[in-house]
């Protein structure tokens, strides 16, 4: 006999990391570049994407200057 007591859902999620019947979500677009993206940035005062982590270049603000990041007009 058979004594599997939890819901399909529950099984499906321990075996596969998903629900039953149910595909795997979409990756998230970047609305600047459209590459699959991890994190989204955001800035201003009303929080406008502004690049993920494709398309912004982290450089540290001390070596601004050297690495291009921080230009001087």
């Known amino acids: 006999m058979y004594n599997n007591l939890e819901h399909p859902d529950i099984t499906a999620t321990l075996r596969t990391g998903y629900p039953a019947n149910h595909k795997e979500p979409e990756p998230p677009i970047c609305p ?13 005062r009303y929080g406008e994407i502004v690049g993920c982590d494709n398309c912004i270049i982290e450089c540290d603000a001390w070596d ?6 921080l230009e001087e007009d």
């Open 32 to 44: 600047v570049c459209g590459r699959e993206c991890e994190t989204v940035y955001r800035a201003g």
């Open 64 to 69: 601004g200057l050297e690495c291009g990041c």
